[in-house]
C-alpha cells in the first residue's frame, strides 16, 4: 500500500534534517535526543519506575525498570533500545516500555548499554547479555518469575537481542521463553531487495547504515561474527520462539524476513507480521503516535499471550 499520510508528511520534515554522515555522534545523538522527550507514551503511568546500576559489573550500566499493577511474580521482559549502535539511551526506549509493561502485565528491565564508537562492537553485546543474566538471576528480587524471562528489542536493539537468545542458548546460564524483534538488523549486508527498493526517501538510508556500522565495529571483518549478524550464525536451532515486526518501507526489511524464515526452518516457533504503509523507526517518532499506538499496543498484547503460554 501507499505510504500512510502521516508518514509522508514527517518524512518531508525528515529530509529537511542533515544527514547522518553530514553529523558526528555526539551531534547526532542530540538531535535524536529532542524528539525523545516529546513522545507522548512517556505519560503512560506504570506501578513502578526505578533505577540502578548494574551490580557487580565492570563499568556503570544504567537499568532502569518498569513494574506492572497487578499479583506478582510477573514475567520478566529485558528491553534494548535501538539507535544503530551510536545512539539512543534509557529515554529512547521510554514509551515503548511503559506500555510494554503495563499492556503485557512484565516486568521491563530497560538497558543503557554502552554506544560506539566510544565503545565498540563487542561492548554493547557484553551489556545487553550481563543485564539479562542478572535478570534471570535476580527475577524474584524485581517481583518477576525466574521461569518466563524474554528478550526484547528495536532496530539495533533487536539485534542486540537475538545475539543474546543466541548467545543464551549456546552458554546454558539461563533460559528464555521468547525474543520480541521489531524491525531488527540481522546481517552486516547490503545486497537485499528491500535495500535496493527502498534506498531513497523513506528515512533510513543504506548510507545511514553503513555510518553506523563503521562507528560500531572495530574493523569491517566483525561483521561477518553471529554476534554481529545472527543471520550467519551456523545453527539457528534450539531457540526461543520469536515476533519479528517489519514493516514495508524499509530497507531492513528482507534481512528480517530472511531471518524469521530461517528460524522457522530450524524448528524455532516464529511469528512475522509486516506492517504496511511504515517506515523503520516508527516507535520513534512522536508525531506518527496515533497511527503507530494501535500497532504498538498489538505487539504488547501479542507478547502477553506468547508469555502466558510459557506460565509453568
Known amino acids: 500500500?501507499?505510504?500512510?499520510?502521516?508518514?509522508?508528511?514527517f518524512l518531508q520534515q525528515y529530509q529537511q534534517l542533515p544527514t547522518l554522515n553530514q553529523l558526528s555522534p555526539q551531534d547526532a545523538r542530540k538531535l535524536a535526543a529532542m524528539g525523545y522527550k516529546l513522545n507522548p507514551n512517556r505519560q503512560v503511568?506504570?506501578?513502578?519506575?526505578?533505577?540502578?546500576?548494574?551490580?557487580?559489573?565492570?563499568?556503570?550500566?544504567?537499568?532502569?525498570?518498569?513494574t506492572p499493577s497487578g499479583t506478582p511474580p510477573f514475567p520478566v521482559v529485558v528491553y534494548l533500545h535501538g539507535g544503530g549502535w551510536v545512539l539512543g539511551?534509557?529515554?529512547?526506549?521510554?514509551?515503548?516500555?511503559?506500555?510494554?509493561?503495563?499492556?503485557?502485565?512484565?516486568?521491563?528491565?530497560?538497558?543503557?548499554?554502552?554506544?560506539?564508537?566510544?565503545n565498540k562492537f563487542p561492548a554493547g553485546v557484553e551489556d545487553a547479555y550481563a543485564a539479562t543474566l542478572w535478570a534471570s538471576r535476580h527475577a524474584d528480587q524485581l517481583r518477576g518469575n525466574p521461569q518466563q524471562l524474554a528478550i526484547a528489542g528495536d532496530s539495533a536493539g533487536a539485534n542486540l537481542a537475538a545475539?543474546?537468545?543466541?548467545?543464551?542458548?549456546d552458554r546454558g546460564e539461563f533460559s528464555l521463553i521468547h525474543q520480541l524483534l521489531i524491525y531488527p538488523v540481522t546481517n552486516y549486508a547490503n545486497d537485499t531487495p528491500s535495500y535496493l527498493e527502498y534506498a531513497v526517501g523513506y528515512g533510513l538510508t543504506p548510507e545511514d547504515m553503513v555510518w553506523f556500522w563503521q562507528h560500531y565495529l572495530p574493523h569491517p571483518e566483525a561483521g561477518n561474527s553471529p554476534l554481529v549478524s545472527p543471520l550467519q550464525a551456523e545453527f539457528l536451532g534450539g531457540l526461543?520462539?520469536?515476533?519479528?515486526?517489519?514493516?514495508?518501507?524499509?530497507?531492513?526489511?528482507?534481512?528480517?524476513?530472511?531471518?524469521?524464515?530461517?528460524?522457522?526452518?530450524a524448528g524455532v516457533n516464529v511469528f512475522h507480521k509486516c506492517y504496511p504503509g511504515l517506515i523503520h523507526g516508527f516507535l520513534g517518532v512522536p508525531i506518527l503516535t496515533p497511527v503507530?499506538?494501535?500497532i504498538l499496543l498489538e505487539i504488547a498484547e501479542n507478547l502477553e499471550q506468547a508469555l502466558r503460554k510459557h506460565h509453568p
Do not use: F, H
Request: proline fraction near 9%.
Open 1 to 9: 500500500m501507499p505510504l500512510l499520510p502521516e508518514v509522508k508528511d
Open 89 to 118: 539511551n534509557l529515554e529512547m526506549a521510554d514509551g515503548t516500555c511503559r506500555i510494554l509493561c503495563k499492556q503485557a502485565q512484565c516486568v521491563v528491565v530497560s538497558v543503557d548499554y554502552r554506544l560506539g564508537p566510544e
Open 292 to 294: 503507530t499506538n494501535p
Open 240 to 265: 526461543p520462539p520469536a515476533s519479528i515486526y517489519t514493516v514495508e518501507y524499509d530497507i531492513l526489511r528482507s534481512e528480517a524476513e530472511i531471518y524469521a524464515a530461517k528460524l522457522q526452518q
Open 45 to 66: 503511568k506504570v506501578a513502578e519506575i526505578s533505577e540502578r546500576l548494574l551490580p557487580n559489573y565492570p563499568v556503570p550500566v544504567a537499568l532502569r525498570i518498569y
Open 163 to 169: 545475539v543474546v537468545a543466541l548467545m543464551a542458548r
